[in-house]
């Protein structure tokens, strides 16, 4: 049943690695608010959560948790936070999966929410920030999913009510100016919102330099392998040796059919070198 409702889910998203980061953050964001709610009752601190999932603004405490790099994107303590999040990481998710591959979606959300939080920490610690703040939420992720999207398709009509059709490049404006605007007004949560952006809009530029890296050092490879597997010219000189003195001893007729061909080859070979 619950395989057969993914699949249902896949279908309606237009990917599975998008279903996955949806059912992610959700059910995480349930499981926490559970947590909290038998916290509530039984009088314990909350703030142990926020300690091992949330990102810290201090370094230090960053050093001692470093998997909250990852694990403060799938945070939503808001139920308002995570279904406006939601909206937008299926909308332009699904947007971009009718162009990109599945897992190109995984990488664009990780990268947003990693280069969100790595300008989270170092703003922090410019401005001194207060300690004991956290950075939850997979806002930046989504900002650079959506900003990848109107950079990869800026002029495709988005049908909106009441309003009609928009171009995404618009679209995408709005939805970032009221993120900026509407949000939180600590600068270390703005800068993240910023490195999601900034994330979402260079993405494509190191993806290509990236790719075009690995296809040179694949080259490289290539040619090596090749270049060992040819023979060297002492090689062919003393294989050429073993046959004139097989010629010599017992003749030409001596030769088999392929060591003929050998010979042929060789002496076009060395006499071209």
């Known amino acids: 049943m619950a395989a057969r409702a993914f699949i249902k889910m896949s279908q309606i998203c237009g990917s599975r690695n998008l279903t996955w980061l949806l059912l992610l953050n959700i059910t995480t964001a349930m499981a926490l608010w559970v947590a909290m709610l038998v916290m509530h009752f039984t009088h314990a601190d909350n703030r142990l959560l926020y300690a091992l999932l949330a990102l810290p603004s201090e370094a230090y405490a960053f050093a001692t948790h470093p998997w909250t790099l990852a694990s403060y994107m799938f945070v939503h303590f808001s139920p308002l936070h995570l279904l406006f999040n939601m909206l937008w990481l299926f909308w332009f998710g699904r947007m971009l999966a009718d162009l990109e591959r599945d897992r190109?979606?995984?990488?664009?959300?990780?990268?947003?929410?990693?280069?969100g939080g790595v300008a989270y920490i170092a703003s922090s610690i410019l401005t001194g920030y207060g300690p004991g703040n956290y950075l939850t939420g997979s806002s930046a992720a989504v900002l650079c999913m959506m900003c990848y999207a109107a950079m990869r398709m800026p002029n495709r009509a988005i049908g909106l009510f009441l309003?009609?059709?928009?171009?995404?490049?618009?679209?995408?404006?709005?939805?970032?100016?009221?993120?900026?605007?509407?949000?939180?007004?600590?600068i270390p949560t703005q800068c993240a919102h910023v490195g999601g952006i900034v994330a979402g809009l260079s993405f494509k530029w190191i993806a290509r330099t990236l790719h075009g890296s690995k296809s040179k050092a694949m080259q490289v490879r290539t040619s090596r392998r090749v270049r060992n597997a040819m023979p060297t010219q002492q090689e062919l000189n003393d294989r050429?040796?073993?046959?004139?003195?097989?010629?010599?001893?017992?003749?030409?007729?001596?030769?088999?059919?392929?060591?003929?061909?050998?010979?042929?080859?060789?002496?076009?070979?060395?006499?071209?070198?």
């Open 104 to 115: 190109r979606i995984t990488w664009l959300f990780l990268a947003g929410g990693m280069a």
């Open 163 to 186: 309003i009609g059709e928009v171009k995404l490049k618009w679209v995408t404006l709005v939805c970032v100016l009221l993120t900026l605007l509407a949000g939180s007004v600590a």
């Open 240 to 273: 050429l040796d073993i046959l004139l003195d097989k010629i010599r001893i017992s003749g030409f007729d001596s030769l088999t059919d392929r060591e003929k061909s050998e010979l042929n080859y060789l002496s076009t070979v060395i006499k071209k070198q």
